[in-house]
């Protein structure tokens, strides 16, 4: 006798990364009773997640991704409250950096958009930014500018709270089972098949982070992303790393930091950002060679100029190199929402390397939209349709992407 392995759901979130997480926790908060699965094949948060920087950065040039932002903001402080522990938010404010009349532009800017939400902000003197930073070289900055109520976290524990969160609220989060298929009706997505065998729904998600694209040629649709390596050290500890310093964006030099552990964490953007096709990354992360010398040559190619800032970089040792993938667009904005000429299918990806900070906005749109809802947030901007008809995985694509984040100096 065959068995029938199939089931039915409202919804299904194909990846259990923090989009995913997220999504579930405002679909069962916002609707009780109604079931949704996450599936995932490796462990939730195991990819991209875990391996973010995870500045999480309100005030932004790009005004549009704010208010995803402070959403992200207001859901921690409610998951705080529904699993009674800390997630233990480091808000130490951002420190802006200028050295050059254009970035003192920016900064002017960034300052007038702070105000704008009402954000706290304010200009400081060189003598109290070294004091509260003690590892940066002042001498060439211009001008300072410092957001106070900003913040970093862990990642995956953001991403987990997410996650118990909403399965407490009845969410059915799977590890362990691997979507092979989105199972189609014409142009309607009607579930997908799995590992574990076929669920069928009334939406479905793609939020896949760098294999996204893959799943979405199914429903031959040409998802506007692509995977680009985003990577960054960890210092030795050292007394210059006061553990409050503030998170310190250079973009003179295309470059951040923030305190870690009581050494440094800082990234860079390289002037050539590697990517690859989504159909050539294997299925689980860890087996991905990001740079075989764990982006040494990528670093020497700017510590010069790092040094400006940064002197001790010449003679710090080095404990960690993280690296993991953004899904980056030409544009550097998200790449996201109802999927064109599909009806029940949507995708949340594209996190243009801002992921950890806009996932609170990102959860909430996407449980609205999937509940037949409105989208409370503008997603103009992020619009899946407006580079036209592309191919996700061709070199001219994937070029393009990966010099948007070369080229990108701010949040």
């Known amino acids: 006798m065959l068995i029938d392995s199939s089931e039915k759901v409202d919804a299904i979130v194909i990846g259990g990364g923090i989009f995913g997480c997220a999504i579930a ?150 590890q362990g089972v691997e979507v092979n298929d989105l199972l ?90 590697f990517t690859t096709s989504p159909l050539d990354i294997p299925k689980d992360i860890s087996d991905f060679s990001f740079s075989p010398d764990r982006g040494v040559s990528d670093l020497s190619e700017v510590i010069d100029k790092l040094g400006c800032f940064f002197p001790a970089v010449y003679d710090i040792g080095l404990k960690y190199y993280i690296a993991g993938f953004s899904g980056y667009t030409p544009d550097n904005n998200l790449s996201m929402g109802i999927v064109p000429g599909i009806k029940n299918l949507f995708a949340a990806t594209g996190c243009a390397g801002a992921g950890i900070s806009v996932s609170g906005g990102v959860g909430l749109a996407f449980a609205e939209l999937i509940a037949g809802r409105p989208n409370p947030y503008d997603f103009a901007k992020f619009s899946i349709e407006r580079f036209g008809k592309i191919d996700p995985f061709s070199k001219v694509w994937l070029d393009k992407c990966a010099l948007a984040r070369s080229q990108k100096r701010s949040g």
């Not at 410092?146 to 059915?172: Q, W």
Request: proline share 5%; net charge negative.
């Open 184 to 273: 189609m009706e014409g142009n309607t997505a009607i579930g997908v098949s799995t590992t574990a065998g076929n669920i069928y729904a009334n939406a479905v998600v793609i939020a896949a982070g760098a294999w996204s694209p893959v799943l979405a040629m199914q429903a031959g649709v040409g998802l506007p992303m692509a995977p680009v390596r985003s990577q960054y050290w960890i210092t030795e500890r050292n007394d210059i790393f006061p553990v409050d310093s503030p998170i310190v964006l250079l973009p003179d030099v295309q470059a951040y930091a923030r305190p870690e552990g009581g050494g440094l964490l800082f990234g860079i953007r390289e002037a050539k950002s």
């Open 25 to 174: 926790y405002y679909y069962t908060k916002n609707n009780p009773g109604k079931k949704i699965v996450v599936l995932e094949r490796n462990e939730i948060c195991h990819a991209a997640t875990s391996r973010a920087a995870a500045l999480v950065t309100r005030i932004r040039s790009k005004q549009h991704f704010i208010p995803l932002s402070l959403e992200t903001y207001r859901a921690v402080a409610e998951m705080e409250k529904q699993l009674n522990e800390s997630m233990d938010m480091k808000r130490v404010g951002v420190l802006h950096v200028a050295a050059s009349e254009s970035a003192v532009a920016d900064l002017d800017d960034m300052m007038r958009i702070a105000d704008s939400f009402n954000e706290p902000s304010e200009y400081l003197t060189h003598e109290t930014v070294k004091a509260k930073v003690p590892w940066l070289k002042t001498d060439e900055v211009l001008k300072f500018g410092f957001i106070p109520d900003e913040s970093y976290c862990d990642p995956y524990l953001l991403g987990t709270f997410f996650a118990r969160c909403a399965k407490m609220n009845g969410a059915d989060i799977r």
